[in-house]
């Protein structure tokens, strides 16, 4: 009986790879979802947002923060691709949940959307300290702002905030201009200048600052201007992708759906630009936009169609690379005129723009060094918002064989010249003597 | 101490001239040996100058192919001079065998270093 359980486990590892399909290169979009909830009225109010997603092909899990079946992982394998945190006020995550966990989620090439609130948890700071993102440390602060809120029908709640101060960047936002601003209402935060990985995508105006609007403001805020960020990224290393924001009700049906007019100006815009804002924001992090593949590196010398396995010092080459953009359901071909590539022994030796051909295809062609040793091709391709490149192929370099010279020198015909003339007339002489010396 | 004059110069020349006269024939064949390689290493060294030290082994050659077989040809006529009694129990021949094979010697390793 035994022997036959065995037999089974055996007969099925097989198929191990097909029951983990998450996540693959292949397929870099996410596809299984899970959003934590601080109660499922969430769910209905905020459907606006999760159910583009669902129509996108997302497979969303809605679970409550605290239930305590919930569990990231098991057997060692994540049961989820991304993970949506909408429960600001949670303490404590039921299951197996903890901040570590989190973190170690996002570790592993997992995707991240933490939504805070004004009385975010310590638990939310954690995690978003973490990723590098500072929240107010005042728990009822808001960020207000006197000149750029939004007009409303309760004049007085400077809380609510009209802002269009977006990230310049067409991969992370889209390529269409956002026209509406964006309702935001809830907690500021800084970014950690130590970390270099977090951006901020919606950043608040001038005159904005970050204060408890309930009580008088006694001593200058901590946060101030355009320093405040309302929703930052972060695009880790290993490509997992993070996104974090001071505001839940920024993903509410009722801000999706709400007009904007921003005080001052005269444009009444009939709806928001959160809607568009966070579809595309979310087609980002969630690896539907900007992310890159490298493919099928070829280097051979001009003329040859064959990949050596050395070349040699002043050799003319072909160097190219296949580059594509995942679209969220196919791969289309990448379209750019800074992809370089390097010649690389120490430092680059050789440092080459590629052209491409817009089909994919990016190629150059350079004379190898007259430098001998082991080489590398580099090409080393981080762009904002685009998931890095990172190639290297090894190739070594050798100095010309003896035979490879030319036999004779034209310039050197003169001492060719010398030296025989000194070799005749030696000849000549020992001749010389030995014929009069035969006589 | 009386101006040198141009007179004196050839006084000079001439009473050098008069004096080398009485050198023996093959002392004076030798000799002109000898000149023609300093002359044509001179004139490598000035080629070189001019067209640069590019193939610089073959510079090297042929120039000291050309200074080889000068100082050998030195060698050779100090041990056959006949007024050079340093050498006057070595015979003629042996000095002459010896040329030779340091001439062959020295032509072998020039000829490799050529090209």
């Known amino acids: 009986m035994s022997k036959l359980v065995v037999f089974l486990f055996l007969a099925l590892i097989p198929l191990l790879p097909l029951l983990c ?22 769910k209905s109010s ?13 497979d969303l899990d809605f679970k409550l923060a605290d239930d305590p079946k919930i569990s990231l992982q098991r057997y060692g394998q994540y049961l989820y691709d991304a993970l949506i945190l909408f429960c600001p006020t949670i303490e404590r995550f039921g299951g197996s949940i903890d901040a570590a966990a989190i973190l170690d989620f996002v570790d592993s090439g997992h995707d991240l959307i933490v939504a805070a609130d004004s009385n975010a948890s310590d638990l939310i700071r954690e995690i978003a300290t973490e990723c590098g993102v500072d929240f107010d440390e005042d728990p009822a602060a808001m960020v207000v702002d006197h000149s750029g809120y939004a007009v409303s029908a309760t004049e007085g709640d400077h809380t609510l905030i009209a802002s269009d101060d977006f990230i310049k960047s067409d991969v992370i936002l889209g390529s269409k201009k956002i026209e509406a601003p964006v309702l935001f209402q809830g907690i500021g935060h800084s970014l950690n200048p130590s970390n270099s990985l977090v951006l901020k995508v919606l950043s608040a105006s001038p005159s904005a600052y970050s204060a408890n609007p309930k009580s008088k403001l006694t001593s200058p805020p901590s946060l101030t201007g355009s320093s405040i960020s309302l929703v930052s990224v972060v695009q880790a290393r290993n490509d997992a992708r993070i996104l974090i924001s001071g505001s839940l009700s920024m993903f509410s049906n009722r801000f999706f759906r709400s007009g904007v007019q921003k005080a001052g100006s005269p444009v009444k815009h009939e709806k928001s630009g959160n809607e568009r804002f966070l579809t595309e924001l979310s087609k980002w992090v969630f690896h539907e936009r900007g992310h890159l593949k490298a493919v099928n590196v070829q280097h051979h010398k001009i003329g040859e169609a064959d990949e050596p396995a050395i070349y040699r010092i002043n050799d003319d080459l072909e160097y190219s690379v296949d580059v594509y953009e995942w679209s969220g359901t196919s791969w289309e071909p990448y379209v750019a005129d800074d992809v370089q590539v390097q010649f690389y022994m120490m430092s680059p030796y050789v440092l080459k723009t590629l052209s491409t051909d817009g089909k994919g295809r990016f190629f150059t062609s350079f004379k190898v060094p007259d430098v001998y040793g082991v080489f590398q091709f580099k090409v080393e391709y981080q762009r904002l918002g685009y998931t890095s490149l990172s190639l290297s192929k090894q190739i070594p370099v050798r100095p ?40 | ?33 000898v000149m023609f390689a300093v002359f044509t290493a001179l004139i490598q060294v000035v080629y070189m100058a001019l067209v640069g030290s590019f193939p610089f082994n073959s510079f090297l050659s042929g120039v000291l192919s050309c200074v080889g077989t000068a100082v050998l ?30 001439n062959l010697v020295l032509h072998l390793v020039i000829m490799n270093f050529l090209g």
């Open chain 2, 73 to 102: 040809a030195v060698c050779l006529r100090i041990q056959v001079n006949k007024e050079n009694k340093e050498f006057k129990d070595l015979a003629p021949e042996r000095a002459f065998a010896d040329f030779v094979l340091c």
């Open chain 1, 46 to 58: 905020h459907s606006s947002f999760f159910k583009p997603l669902q129509s996108r092909g997302f």
């Open chain 1, 400 to 439: 010309f064989r003896h035979n490879e010279y030319e036999r004779f020198i034209p310039a050197a015909y003169p001492y060719y010249g010398a030296a025989f003339s000194m070799v005749r007339i030696s000849f000549s002489r020992i001749f010389a003597f030995v014929f009069l010396s035969l006589n």
């Open chain 2, 1 to 33: 101490m009386a101006r040198s004059t141009s007179k004196d110069a050839q006084d000079l020349f001439r009473a050098l001239w008069s004096a080398y006269s009485a050198t023996p024939t093959n002392l004076k064949i030798i000799d002109l040996y």
């Open chain 1, 21 to 42: 399909n998450s996540f693959s290169p292949e397929k870099p979009s996410d596809r299984r979802v899970l959003v934590l909830l601080d109660d499922f009225a969430i």
